[in-house]
């Protein structure tokens, strides 16, 4: 379907299921209160009850102000299978992290089927659990991602902003056909474990059009995430697109027919990465296209890493048998922070293959030569390639 149509069908998706519900069930009729004060979650999961409940089309409502919620949790399945959550205020997180800092979720909806959110704020106040982490305290609780959908289906993300999670902000977890569209996603660049969108063990996943700025990868995609599909997206702060890391356990799902186009990255750690741990897996990557990507003073614009082993830990002096294979990087320009722009650090066991690199024009600091670094790396170049290849 072309990019136009598509959207085109959202806008009629968003207006049938927002104006032409059968019912509306706003929080506040169920006790809410938008004083950012008074704990609101039994409000919130009575009106989600209802609408679960009806056999026609609902919209659970959330007016303007802010509502204080600790976790919620939204399951499904429903008697019907059109249900908008509209937002038009804030959810905000309990500030004492450890209300939520170990239950994984904040905001889960869990084996629903076509269901619709849009617009709204989540404000998971994470300062202090980030503090919690970075002062080296092993009390800290590992944090709560704030929108997760797992075991899901069809299911729409539209003009959703999150800001300041404790964890990840967005996760996707054993889906079909889910759509994020239009989202903002913010937090400090030095805020820990913050990832903008995960995906993984989903298939048919798209990120459209959204601007994420975070301390840790803009989107991830971990093991098992086949058929996805990201464009339009502006990340920074943040440690770039990342695939992986991969290859944790000896026993992993791969990760296929990724598609990443039309990206900017501005300050970021990363920009287009693949990250593999070094140890021993049957996990792959195959059918990858990097597309149109912008890079403004971007540490590694370019980077594929098989030899990941954060700490030194559980994997030092292996090989990683993650198997990289048909990646292609086309239209890649902008600048590097680091003289190194290009670089290419594979398993020595099972080298990448098949990688493709069509005008590639990445500059050192805006006017210097950057080179490139490879290797058990192999493939081929055309057009404009700098720096210099090192296949």
Same mark, same amino acid.
Request: positive net charge.
């Given at each position: 379907m072309a990019f136009h149509r598509f959207l085109a069908l959202v806008?009629?998706?968003? %207006?049938? +299921?927002?104006?032409? $519900? =059968?019912g509306t069930y706003n929080v506040k009729s169920y006790g809410a209160k938008p004083n950012g004060k008074t704990d609101s979650s039994?409000? %919130?999961? +009575?009106?989600?009850? $209802? =609408?679960?409940?009806?056999?026609?089309?609902?919209?659970?409502?959330?007016?303007?102000?802010?509502f204080l919620v600790g976790g919620l949790r939204f399951n499904g399945p429903c008697r019907n299978g059109a249900i908008t959550v509209r937002i038009d205020g804030t959810l905000v997180a309990p500030s004492n992290y450890f209300v939520l800092g170990n239950a994984k979720f904040w905001v889960l909806f869990h084996g629903v089927q076509g269901v619709t959110i849009v617009g709204g704020t989540l404000d998971a106040q994470g300062a202090g659990l980030w503090a919690c982490k970075t002062s080296g305290s092993r009390k800290c609780p590992d944090g709560a991602t704030s929108l997760a959908i797992s075991n899901s289906n069809n299911v729409i993300v539209y003009g959703l902003?999150?800001?300041?999670?404790?964890?990840?902000?967005?996760?996707?977890?054993?889906?079909?056909?889910?759509r994020i569209l239009g989202v903002n996603v913010m937090a400090p660049w030095n805020s820990p474990n913050t990832d903008g969108i995960h995906v993984q063990l989903s298939t048919g996943v798209t990120i459209?059009?959204?601007?994420?700025?975070?301390?840790?990868?803009?989107?991830?995609?971990?093991p098992?995430?086949?058929?996805?599909?990201?464009?339009?997206?502006?990340?920074?702060?943040?440690?770039?697109?990342?695939?992986?890391?991969?290859?944790?356990d000896l026993k992993e799902q791969g990760v296929s027919n990724v598609t990443v186009k039309r990206v900017t990255f501005k300050g970021t750690e990363n920009g287009l990465r693949i990250k593999a741990w070094a140890k021993p897996s049957n996990g792959f990557v195959n059918g990858v296209l990097f597309q149109n990507a912008i890079m403004t003073n971007v540490e590694n614009p370019i980077v594929i890493d098989e030899n990941y082993c954060p700490?030194?830990?559980?994997?030092?002096?292996?090989?990683?048998?993650?198997?990289?294979?048909?990646?292609r990087y086309q239209d890649v320009h902008g600048t590097s922070a680091t003289k190194v722009a290009v670089k290419f650090d594979c398993s020595k066991k099972y080298p990448c293959r098949g990688i493709k690199m069509q005008?590639?024009?990445?500059?050192?600091?805006?006017?210097?030569?950057?080179?490139?670094?490879?290797?058990?790396?192999?493939?081929?170049?055309?057009?404009v390639m700098k720096p210099t290849s090192c296949f």
């Amino acid at each position: 379907m072309a990019f136009h149509r598509f959207l085109a069908l959202v806008t009629i998706v968003l %207006f049938t +299921a927002t104006t032409v $519900s =059968a019912g509306t069930y706003n929080v506040k009729s169920y006790g809410a209160k938008p004083n950012g004060k008074t704990d609101s979650s039994k409000a %919130f999961m +009575a009106a989600w009850s $209802s =609408a679960c409940g009806s056999t026609k089309a609902a919209t659970v409502y959330v007016p303007k102000g802010r509502f204080l919620v600790g976790g919620l949790r939204f399951n499904g399945p429903c008697r019907n299978g059109a249900i908008t959550v509209r937002i038009d205020g804030t959810l905000v997180a309990p500030s004492n992290y450890f209300v939520l800092g170990n239950a994984k979720f904040w905001v889960l909806f869990h084996g629903v089927q076509g269901v619709t959110i849009v617009g709204g704020t989540l404000d998971a106040q994470g300062a202090g659990l980030w503090a919690c982490k970075t002062s080296g305290s092993r009390k800290c609780p590992d944090g709560a991602t704030s929108l997760a959908i797992s075991n899901s289906n069809n299911v729409i993300v539209y003009g959703l902003s999150s800001i300041n999670s404790q964890m990840f902000h967005i996760a996707v977890n054993g889906c079909r056909n889910v759509r994020i569209l239009g989202v903002n996603v913010m937090a400090p660049w030095n805020s820990p474990n913050t990832d903008g969108i995960h995906v993984q063990l989903s298939t048919g996943v798209t990120i459209l059009n959204s601007k994420i700025g975070t301390g840790d990868d803009c989107v991830s995609i971990g093991p098992g995430a086949t058929n996805l599909w990201i464009e339009g997206v502006a990340c920074g702060p943040g440690h770039g697109i990342s695939i992986g890391s991969l290859g944790k356990d000896l026993k992993e799902q791969g990760v296929s027919n990724v598609t990443v186009k039309r990206v900017t990255f501005k300050g970021t750690e990363n920009g287009l990465r693949i990250k593999a741990w070094a140890k021993p897996s049957n996990g792959f990557v195959n059918g990858v296209l990097f597309q149109n990507a912008i890079m403004t003073n971007v540490e590694n614009p370019i980077v594929i890493d098989e030899n990941y082993c954060p700490g030194d830990k559980n994997c030092p002096r292996q090989v990683s048998g993650v198997k990289i294979s048909n990646v292609r990087y086309q239209d890649v320009h902008g600048t590097s922070a680091t003289k190194v722009a290009v670089k290419f650090d594979c398993s020595k066991k099972y080298p990448c293959r098949g990688i493709k690199m069509q005008d590639v024009n990445l500059s050192f600091k805006n006017q210097l030569p950057a080179s490139a670094y490879c290797v058990n790396a192999a493939g081929t170049t055309s057009g404009v390639m700098k720096p210099t290849s090192c296949f």
